[in-house]
């Protein structure tokens, strides 16, 4: 399964290369799409479907949320469009797959750094090396784990709430109550990159007020399966089905102290 997920995802990331997709808002600037993620969408949810019949489908795109099988494909064809749209390398195609009430499979990669992170259930979790132009390997895929860096000497990926502004205060008071105590921040502007990153130990912690699933659902499992932690805002595990808010760390003290510090600001 997940040799054949890798052909269909690195067939589909042809589709992003070009400067000829079109952009509409669909909330205004913050929230955009591009031409290039309803093709990619349409490709992988066409060759998914024949690798895997009477699976359902959660997508970004086309408002398609059919989960009433045993094995939802969870799909963000492009996560970080606006960086995408103007040329910035963070920006990746993310397929998962959910069989029951459990990830079993995620996927991220990244077309212009040739990043290809995945995981099985179980199996660890693995960065392979693409050519971005052939999309052949450069270097086998390797497993990779988080580091052990201490809370103190972490780097924490974060944002505000681009598409949720009025909800900007409470975020810039927990990163404000944390930026102190860590390294430093970091603002890629792609949660499953930035999961990813976390997951083979470039960075430590991460923390965003609300997502949707298929933004997290696929990088969830890698970072699972590196050895990370992740919970919504409660410090529930995440359900990859609804929006939630993100808390993830290499280790459960460094994830435990992040989620400390949003719990003296978050209200459900």
């Known amino acids: 399964m997940i040799e054949k997920v890798k052909e269909i995802v690195l067939e589909a990331s042809r589709l992003m290369a070009t400067d000829a997709f079109e952009i509409e808002e669909k909330d205004g600037m913050a929230n955009i799409v591009t031409s290039s993620d309803v093709a990619v969408q349409d490709f992988l949810c066409k060759h998914l479907a024949a690798i895997l019949p009477e699976s359902g489908f959660l997508c970004e795109e086309k408002d398609m949320n059919d989960m009433s099988h045993e094995c939802t494909w969870i799909i963000d064809p492009i996560d970080g469009t606006a960086n995408y749209s103007r040329g910035i390398a963070q920006s990746a195609i993310c397929v998962g797959l959910r069989k029951g009430s459990e990830m079993q499979l995620g996927m991220v990669y990244i077309p212009i750094t040739g990043e290809l992170f995945f995981a099985e259930k179980g199996k660890g979790a693995y ?91 696929a990088a969830s499992l890698i970072l699972t399966e590196a050895g990370g932690i992740i919970t919504d805002l409660e410090g529930n595990a995440v359900t990859c089905v609804d929006p939630c808010g993100l808390v993830a760390g290499n280790s459960p003290d460094n994830h435990r102290r992040l989620l400390d510090i949003v719990h003296k600001h978050y209200r459900k």
């Not at 090396?129 to 809370?151: G, H, L, Y």
């Open 127 to 217: 960065l392979e090396m693409i050519d971005c132009e052939t999309k052949t390997t450069v270097k086998p895929a390797r497993r990779i784990n988080v580091s052990q860096r201490s809370f103190n000497n972490s780097l924490m990926c974060t944002a505000l709430p681009v598409y949720h502004k009025e909800h900007a205060a409470v975020c810039s008071a927990i990163i404000n109550d944390t930026f102190p105590l860590i390294n430093d921040l970091r603002r890629f502007g792609a949660c499953a990159p930035e999961l990813c990153y976390v997951a083979m130990g470039r960075c430590e912690l991460y923390f965003e007020y609300i997502l949707s699933p298929w933004d997290y659902a």
